[in-house]
Each structure stands twice: as C-alpha cells, then as structure tokens.
C-alpha cells in the first residue's frame, strides 16, 4: 500500500502526518521549515527531528513514501519551491508537490472543488474556487493593508479601539494587560512600544483580547465581533462572484481554517451570523478545515495523476 506525506508549513510551526490510501498512520508538529523565517540549516534540522517523529510513530521507511505535498505561503516564489524540495527529499522518497497553504485548506473541504474558503490566524484572506480550477482572492492584502479578523489586526485594531476608550473615559482592561504584557511602566511606554519601527507583533496581544473579552470587556469583545462581521462581509462577497461566474454551477459551499477562526468563539459565531444574514441559503461548514487533510488529497493526487496535481497546485 502506497504511503503520503502532507506538510502545513507556517511560520512558526509544521503540521505531518504519513498517510497510506485510506487513512493517517501518524501525525507529529515541529518547527517551522519557511524560509525567512528559519535558516536553511534549522528548517534541515526542524525536518529531520519532525519526520523522525513521524517514523517512530509509523514505523515506516520514509524512503518508500510514494508522494508529499507542502502547502505553505509564498509558493510564487522560485526560492521557496527549491527550498521546499530540497530539505524534504534528504529524508523522504518519492515526487514532492508545493502549494499555497490556502490550496490544502480549500481542498481539505472541497477537494478539487468549487468553493470558498475564509483562512484567519495571524493572517487573513479569503481563497475562491471555480469549477474550472481558477481561484481569486478577497483579502489577504497583509497586516498594514488588510488582513481584517486576523491575530494580528485583532491586536492592533484593539489598541486602537483602547485608546479611544481611555479618550472617552469608557472602561477598558485592556491598556493595562497591554502594558503588563510588554513589561511597560507607563501608558507612555505602551505608546512608544506601539508606534516605534518597525512595528511590534500585535498578533502577540490577540489571546489578550480574548482572555479580556470573556471577562466581559466590552471593547475587546466589540472587536472580536466586527473582525467576524467583516470575515463574513467577505466570504459572503467571494460567494456572490463565484455564483455570477458560473450562475449555472451548483451551489459552492463556505468553510474556514486558522487558529483565529476555529479558536475564538466571538469572531467565529460573528462570521457565521453574517453570513447567515446575507448568504441565508448557503452551507457553511461548522468544523474548521484540517490543512493535512488537503495536504494528503493532493499527494495521492500526485501520485495518480501527476499532470493535473502539479497544474492544481500554480
């Protein structure tokens, strides 16, 4: 029986798992393999110590593994490809595809399928697909343009949200979280942290913006809330082009993926209502997507129909 190989690939940590034709054998999670984030050396190293647990757990000969796929983002660049490539095949056999992290995530819900796929976790974007296989995007402009209902705008945006507070002397326990978490002494302090350059990691402040909200701070919630009413805005308008695209398709289904989406109840419930409010006739998935599930479906796929799983995959 033939053996796969999926990877989701982020910026701070790796997903496996070694699959034959029918289910997961193992699954394991490591560092991050990305390039500019680690070095050649530690993205070699971070493979090594995370297939070595997946072969502890399998028992398998990674060498036998008849194809893998790695999803990961920056898949249009030439350098992340050959990256990608050649830190793999030191441990495991067979053909290598890589795709866009939002590719694997889609296709774990819609494999080689229409649909629309909302993605929020540091990051945030929204992936559609056609039934001819052409995608496009709404979103994911990153974190200085867009990236509305993602951990980083959460952050920045319930800053912002803060200080207004604070101006209008509505309450609020965020400033003083903020401050406790980056060790500040003053609300100044808080100040210069915030705008000094380059810019500090807001997604760092987004589990406190939930801690805060579920205590009952109305700030954070209200921004949890309106980062799900705009994810939804625009799964609802990626929805709508697909279907006058193809108004004679069936029906493309909605699901999410990110830590942000399937972690936080607020923005996710928020998402769900208003796409319920706009789209009140589509299916949205109520589970998130599993990246590695997508991952494993295009391996197979690379294994069986090499043609078409490498054309999916640009």
């Known amino acids: ?17 070694l699959a034959n034709d029918g289910h997961i054998v193992a699954r394991a999670r490591g560092g991050s393999i990305k390039p500019l984030r680690v070095s050649e050396e530690q993205a070699q190293e971070n493979m090594r110590l995370l297939l070595g647990e997946i072969q502890r757990k399998s028992g398998a000969e990674l060498r036998e593994v008849a194809a893998s796929c790695i999803g990961t983002a920056g898949v249009r660049l030439p350098q992340t490809q050959a990256w990608m490539k050649k830190i793999l095949s030191q441990y495991a056999g067979g053909e290598i595809v890589v795709c866009g992290d939002e590719v694997i995530a889609l296709d774990a819900v819609f494999p080689g399928a229409a649909g629309v796929l909302v993605m929020a976790g540091t990051g945030s974007n929204i992936l559609a697909r056609a039934t001819d296989g052409s995608t496009f995007n709404v979103g994911g402009w990153g974190p200085a343009l867009g990236d509305e209902g993602s951990g980083y705008w959460i952050g920045h945006q319930a800053l912002r949200l803060a200080f207004r507070a604070y101006d209008f002397d ?24 915030a705008n000094q350059t380059p810019s500090p990691d807001f997604s760092q402040l987004a589990p406190l913006v939930v801690e805060c909200a579920e205590a009952g701070d109305a700030v954070s919630r209200e921004i949890l809330e309106l980062g799900g009413r705009v994810l939804g805005e625009c799964a609802s308008h990626a929805f709508r082009k697909l279907r006058r695209l193809e108004p004679d398709a069936a029906m493309p289904g909605i699901a999410f993926t990110g830590g942000i989406l399937s972690g936080v109840t607020f923005v996710r419930e928020s998402m769900m209502a208003e796409i319920r409010r706009e789209l009140p006739n589509a299916v949205v998935h109520g589970e998130a997507a599993d990246p590695i599930a997508g991952a494993l479906w295009r391996a197979r796929q690379a294994f069986t129909q090499p043609q078409a799983a490498h054309a999916a995959a640009l």
Request: with cysteine.
């Open 1 to 17: 029986m033939a053996l796969f190989l999926g990877f989701d690939a982020g910026g701070t940590k790796t997903e496996c798992a």
């Open 170 to 193: 509505q309450p609020s326990m965020l400033l003083e979280r903020a401050r406790e978490f980056w060790k500040a002494t003053t609300l100044g302090d808080v100040v210069n942290i």
